[in-house]
């Protein structure tokens, strides 16, 4: 294992050198490790696909660096309409001299760690912070990070006193599970998320004793989330920043096979998305509960 190279992401290969046995940093690939959590100075390497929004990858980059020894080799790379086109700039503005080209529709970056960064202002400003709107934990990157979410809203506002043991699928930083937890009839409630920063979020922000939280993928076959009475969730359509239909029939398909028979799942979706095709085989009774101009609310009965 190289020890010393670290990788963010998945990088195309033709694009990008991340060797076999690089460490992976990505909040988004569970079980990474922390890139915050790692030594300054301690890599020699590292390869990154940055993230689209602008605070989360110039804190990505900022961490990287920070990782890095002195003149150890860093790559990073984004679609052109995806931040390729600011990388230059940002990593100059973090105190990096910089090489780049253009493939494949990415920009490429290379440059070495400097001996001195001006890092500062990009952590703070990409790091984990009570947000004044909704006076919950959360962090730039993750859904809806600084504002409460118009279909969670929905939802939250049609969904009815459940009971039992449940899941909440793509938590988010836990504001669906709040709601849920009103009931007392509920005995748990397990949060699970994909983006490890939105399961500390939610930690910090769901401290019922009821909940138990879960960084993971629920299209994983091997997490144990079975004979369940209820699933909730805003169900995502979006993977790596587009739009993407199977990623929803998959949280539909988990969502049927984990609840027990007679089981509910209240989802709320874009309304534009053909949930009830995905649903009806699934599911034994689904009904459309609410629908708005912009949102779908559905029961289904396993």
Same mark, same amino acid.
């Given at each position: 294992?190289?020890?010393?190279?670290?990788?963010?992401?998945?990088?195309?290969?033709?694009?990008?050198? !991340?060797?076999?046995?690089?460490?992976?940093?990505?909040?988004?690939?569970?079980?990474?490790?922390?890139?915050?959590?790692?030594? *300054?100075?301690?890599?020699?390497?590292?390869?990154?696909?940055?993230?689209?929004?602008?605070?989360?990858? $110039?804190?990505?980059?900022?961490?990287?660096?920070?990782?890095? #020894?002195?003149?150890?080799?860093?790559?990073?790379?984004?679609? #052109?309409?995806?931040?390729?086109?600011?990388?230059?700039?940002?990593?100059?503005?973090?105190?990096?001299?910089?090489? *780049?080209? @253009?493939?494949?529709?990415? $920009?490429?970056?290379?440059?070495?760690?400097?001996?001195?960064?001006?890092?500062?202002?990009?952590?703070?400003?990409?790091?984990?912070?009570?947000?004044?709107?909704?006076?919950?934990?959360?962090?730039?990157?993750?859904?809806?990070?600084?504002?409460?979410?118009?279909?969670?809203?929905?939802?939250?506002?049609?969904?009815?006193?459940?009971? /039992?043991?449940?899941?909440?699928?793509?938590?988010?930083?836990?504001?669906?599970?709040?709601?849920?937890?009103?009931?007392?009839?509920?005995?748990?409630?397990?949060?699970?998320?994909?983006?490890?920063?939105?399961? *500390?979020? =939610?930690?910090?922000?769901?401290?019922?004793?009821?909940?138990?939280?879960?960084?993971?993928?629920?299209?994983?076959?091997?997490?144990?989330?079975?004979?369940?009475?209820?699933?909730?969730?805003?169900?995502?359509?979006?993977? =790596?920043?587009?739009?993407?239909?199977?990623? !929803?029939?998959?949280?539909?398909?988990?969502?049927?096979? @984990?609840?027990?028979? /007679? /089981?509910?799942?209240?989802?709320?979706?874009?309304?534009?998305?053909?949930? *009830? +095709?995905?649903?009806?085989?699934?599911?034994?009774?689904?009904?459309? +509960?609410?629908?708005?101009?912009?949102? #779908?609310?559905?029961?289904?009965?396993?």
């Amino acid at each position: 294992m190289n020890a010393s190279t670290g990788v963010y992401g998945a990088p195309p290969n033709d694009l990008a050198d !991340a060797p076999p046995g690089a460490i992976q940093f990505s909040p988004l690939i569970p079980g990474a490790t922390p890139l915050e959590q790692v030594a *300054e100075g301690s890599l020699d390497a590292f390869t990154m696909l940055t993230p689209p929004g602008t605070l989360e990858r $110039r804190y990505a980059l900022a961490l990287a660096l920070r990782a890095l #020894k002195a003149g150890g080799a860093f790559t990073a790379l984004a679609p #052109k309409d995806r931040g390729g086109t600011r990388l230059r700039k940002e990593l100059e503005a973090l105190g990096c001299a910089v090489h *780049e080209i @253009s493939k494949r529709h990415h $920009r490429v970056v290379t440059c070495a760690r400097p001996a001195q960064l001006d890092i500062e202002s990009a952590l703070a400003e990409g790091s984990p912070r009570i947000v004044e709107d909704l006076q919950l934990w959360s962090q730039p990157g993750v859904f809806s990070w600084d504002r409460l979410d118009p279909g969670t809203a929905l939802l939250i506002e049609h969904l009815p006193e459940l009971s /039992g043991r449940g899941a909440d699928f793509g938590c988010g930083i836990g504001v669906l599970a709040h709601a849920v937890l009103t009931s007392a009839a509920v005995s748990e409630l397990t949060l699970t998320d994909i983006d490890r920063r939105a399961t *500390e979020c =939610a930690q910090h922000n769901v401290t019922d004793a009821r909940a138990r939280f879960l960084w993971a993928d629920v299209r994983d076959v091997n997490i144990a989330l079975n004979e369940l009475d209820f699933v909730v969730m805003n169900a995502p359509f979006h993977d =790596a920043g587009a739009e993407d239909k199977a990623l !929803a029939q998959a949280f539909v398909d988990r969502a049927a096979h @984990s609840l027990r028979k /007679g /089981g509910v799942c209240w989802l709320v979706a874009n309304r534009h998305l053909p949930y *009830e +095709a995905a649903m009806q085989p699934l599911f034994k009774k689904v009904d459309l +509960a609410i629908e708005t101009g912009v949102y #779908k609310i559905y029961q289904a009965r396993a």
